[in-house]
């Protein structure tokens, strides 16, 4: 019998599965997929010549994370490869903002689109630079970040805490009018808001691309050399070096409670797989509890609160083996490997708002990842791994195009959608489409069958909007990886601190294991003493 059984091989299990092993316990993950690595993981499915990250791909969280960098994955074989340039946001007229870990290129480019802009860039990297140990620190540990929190809000008095505060809170389009006269920072911080599902005018969304460009400026954007998978690979192969086992192919429908707590887990095959200490889940809120745990287990008030549990926009990916490199209207994009496509902050709204009503984008904003650009064993010579994924509703109620999608995501939907998206990308780079060797679709119902915690294709584990972090992620009153159950963890990207490649949901689900086994483990030496001392006096 293993002291943890942790439910799925992502990359919050694998650091969860990791952590434990380090503290001495017996661990045995259960993957329901083939191979481990949840959504890091790549293939050459779309030409055999290339490799394609079938999920995520850039991972300036996993660069800026504490929970990874105590990992030493280096030593397990990983190294990581950066574009020339982080990101890159052309528009039509041949005007492009750069974001380069270079902060005087990066100022010098936002400084074409408006003199001061890029002293205004530095001014934000400044306050960055003063408060990203503190920011890091209470991002990666459990809410509430007692000890973190307490060391940034020192730090805050000197930055001016209140005003801090209120850019945190503020909608990214405001944000962005109140720091730059120019376009080019504006959409910096924007369209990295976009990386989530925060619209321009989502309180919050100011802070969430405010963090997320100062993650590229310091860390940029890299990519595992080799393909995604060899970040999942490097924390399987520790795992397992140090004793921890995984088992893939096997889908647990069940966390078996007996006696108030959590004792195991049963699989489809109907093998009960018993766990001495600590069953860990890193699977979505709605799965753990609205499938895997019965509901005579969980208080009422959960199950209403999972009601209203809300998912991130669903995703709609197409990955392209390319006979060239894209070819650009504006240079400067060429050298980044990550490329954002959107006219203006406007059109980013309009994107937003069209999802918001069930209606899926006739002018999709797409995040566009130039893979052989960052790490040149991707593809042949001259050659491009590339993807674009773009956001669409959770639930199509209409098309916004021409092409009378109904969101059923069948043959038909998936190649005219995967046509507007290529439309969009030639655009701005014209003669795109002719160097097309090969594509390949990921429809939301793909990405969901790929991975059962991308909901409908969500790649978050719910949104990032205010309401739904902090205290109130998953629900009202949590925001910590214990659950109603005894014994048993939330893991996964629906708990605090939520989606990216980071490990903090992970780390933070083993760090309460272990600290609930000491502490039970303290009470009962303390009870074995006050019986043994009892017994003396009599």
């Known amino acids: 019998m293993a002291d943890a059984v942790v439910i799925g091989a992502g990359p919050n299990g694998l650091v969860a599965a990791n952590l434990l092993v380090d503290a001495g316990w017996s661990v045995e993950v259960l993957e329901a997929q083939d191979t481990p690595g949840g959504a890091v993981r790549h293939d050459h499915g779309v030409d055999p010549d290339f490799t394609s990250d079938v999920f995520s791909a850039f991972y300036p969280l996993a660069a800026a994370s504490p929970v990874l960098d105590d990992l030493h994955l280096e030593h397990e074989g990983l190294v990581w490869s950066h574009a020339p340039k982080v990101l890159a946001h052309p528009l039509p007229d041949g005007r492009c903002a750069v974001l380069s870990r270079d902060l005087a290129e990066t100022a010098a480019s936002l400084d074409a689109f408006a003199p001061g802009d890029g002293p205004a860039w530095e001014n934000l990297w400044r306050v960055w630079e003063r408060l990203r140990e503190g920011i890091l620190d209470a991002l990666f540990t459990p809410f509430p970040p007692v000890r973190a929190g307490a060391a940034l809000a020192l730090r805050l008095r000197g930055a001016g805490g209140l005003r801090l505060a209120r850019t945190m809170v503020l909608p990214v389009r405001r944000l962005g009018e109140e720091e730059f006269r120019g376009e080019g920072g504006r959409l910096l911080l924007a369209g990295n808001a976009l990386h989530a599902d925060l619209a321009p005018e989502a309180a919050g969304s100011g802070g969430f691309g405010w963090i997320m460009s100062m993650l590229g400026q310091t860390y940029g954007f890299p990519v595992p050399v080799g393909g995604s998978g060899a ?73 209403a609160d999972l009601k209203r549990f809300q998912w991130d926009f669903a995703t709609f990916k197409v990955d392209w083996a390319l006979n060239s490199r894209v070819p650009w209207r504006c240079p400067e994009a060429a050298q980044a490997g990550t490329v954002h496509l959107a006219d203006d902050v406007d059109a980013l709204t309009r994107f937003a708002s069209q999802i918001a009503m069930g209606r899926v984008p006739d002018e999709p904003f797409c995040l566009f990842g130039q893979m052989t650009t960052a790490d040149p064993s991707r593809s042949p010579r001259d050659t491009e791994a590339a993807w674009a994924y773009t956001h669409v509703p959770q639930q199509v109620r209409g098309d916004a195009g021409t092409d009378g999608l109904t969101g059923s995501w069948d043959t038909r939907e998936q190649e005219a959608f995967a046509d507007r998206i290529e439309a969009h990308v030639e655009h701005y780079a014209p003669g795109f489409r002719g160097l097309v060797r090969a594509r390949r679709i990921l429809a939301p119902p793909t990405l969901e069958g790929l991975d059962a915690n991308l909901h409908r294709g969500a790649i978050n584990g719910g949104t990032t ?74």
């Open 231 to 303: 970040l999942s690979g490097a924390l399987a192969r520790r795992l397992t070096r140090r004793g921890g086992t995984i088992r893939c192919g096997e889908q647990v429908t069940e966390v078996v409670v007996r006696g108030g707590r959590a004792v195991g887990v049963r699989t489809a095959s109907g093998e009960g797989v018993p766990a001495r200490r600590a069953v860990l889940a890193d699977v979505s809120a709605p799965a753990l509890y609205g499938s895997l745990v019965a509901e005579n287990h969980l208080p009422p008030r959960l199950l």
């Open 465 to 538: 909007a205010l309401h739904q972090q902090l205290v109130f992620r998953p629900g009202p009153g949590t925001g910590r990886p214990e659950t109603p159950v005894p014994g048993l963890y939330l893991a996964s990207a629906s708990a605090h601190p939520g989606g990216g490649v980071h490990g903090a949901p992970g780390a933070n689900a083993a760090r309460a294991a272990l600290r609930r086994h000491r502490t039970a483990a303290l009470s009962r030496l303390q009870s074995r003493l006050t019986h043994r001392d009892r017994g003396g006096r009599r």
